[in-house]
C-alpha cells in the first residue's frame, strides 16, 4: 500500500461545484503539505500544516481551503471550482525536525474543471 | 525570493551517456537542495537531498552537487539507461522555509 494516498486519482467537474481532494498517510509524519503543479511550472505551494491545530497559507491559497481533521488526514476544498484551477494537484509529508528530511508525496489527483 | 530555474526544460540522450542536469537558485542562504524524480501520472519521488554543508551526495549512478557561492547544483548521471526517462526536478527552501520547485527537466534516454 502507498504511504501517501491521494483521493480521487481523477476528478472532472463544473465551473462552480464544490469539490474536495483527500490525503491520507501511514508514514507517522506530522507535516503535510498541498501542491498543484501546472505545465511549465513546476510545483507550488497552496497550504501546509505543521500538526492538527496548525494551518498555514502558501504562495497560492487563494481560492482553497484545508481541512487537518487528524495527523494522517488532510483534505484540501475548492469551494467554487473555476476553470483555471484546473491542473495536477500533489499531497505530500514530512517528518518534523530540522528542514534536512526529504518530502514523500502522493500520486497526484488530476482535476479538469470545465 | 527564493526563484529556482532549470534548463534545458527537455534532454534526449541516446543509452550510456553520462549526463549533467542543472538547476540554479537565487537565494545562498539556502540550507539543502532536493532533488526529485517524476514518472508520468505518479507523485514525486525523492533522489538525494544535500544539505548546506555538504557539497555532494550520491546514490547509486546518481552524484548532485550544491555550490552555495554560484547558486547552482547539478545531478550528474552516469550510464544512463532507458529506465531513467523522467522528469527531473530541484527544490530549494524558499519563504517560510518551504521548497520552491523548479519546473523541471524532462529527460529521454534512447535505447
Known amino acids: 500500500d502507498a504511504d501517501v494516498t491521494q483521493t480521487p486519482r481523477n476528478r472532472i467537474t463544473k465551473t462552480g461545484k464544490r469539490i474536495m481532494l483527500e490525503c491520507s498517510q501511514t508514514?507517522?509524519?506530522?507535516?503535510m503539505y498541498w501542491y498543484r503543479q501546472d505545465p511549465g511550472l513546476g510545483l507550488r505551494l497552496i497550504y501546509y500544516?505543521?500538526?492538527?491545530?496548525?494551518?498555514n497559507k502558501g504562495e497560492i491559497s487563494d481560492g482553497y481551503s484545508v481541512s487537518r481533521q487528524a495527523q494522517a488526514k488532510f483534505s484540501l476544498s475548492l469551494e467554487s471550482a473555476i476553470p483555471n484551477q484546473t491542473a495536477l494537484y500533489f499531497c505530500?509529508?514530512?517528518?518534523?525536525?530540522?528542514?534536512?528530511?526529504?518530502?514523500?508525496f502522493g500520486d497526484g489527483t488530476r482535476l479538469s474543471i470545465l | 525570493k527564493q526563484e529556482v530555474t532549470q534548463i534545458p526544460a527537455a534532454l534526449s540522450v541516446p543509452e550510456g551517456e553520462n549526463l549533467v542536469l542543472n538547476c540554479s537558485f537565487t537565494?545562498?542562504?539556502?540550507?539543502?537542495l532536493q532533488w526529485f524524480r517524476q514518472d508520468p501520472g505518479k507523485g514525486l519521488t525523492s533522489l538525494l537531498l544535500?544539505?548546506?554543508?555538504?557539497r555532494e551526495q550520491t546514490s547509486g549512478r546518481l552524484n548532485a552537487s550544491l555550490d552555495k557561492s554560484s547558486g547552482r547544483s547539478t545531478l550528474y548521471i552516469a550510464a544512463s539507461q532507458p529506465g531513467d526517462s523522467a522528469t527531473y526536478l530541484c527544490a530549494g527552501p524558499g519563504s517560510a522555509r518551504q521548497l520552491t520547485f523548479g519546473s523541471g527537466t524532462q529527460l529521454t534516454v534512447l535505447p
Open positions: 537565494d545562498s542562504a539556502i540550507y539543502n
Open positions: 508514514k507517522g509524519h506530522d507535516r
Open positions: 505530500a509529508t514530512r517528518e518534523a525536525g530540522g528542514g534536512n528530511q526529504p518530502q514523500h
Open positions: 544535500i544539505q548546506s554543508s555538504q
Open positions: 500544516s505543521f500538526d492538527v491545530k496548525d494551518i
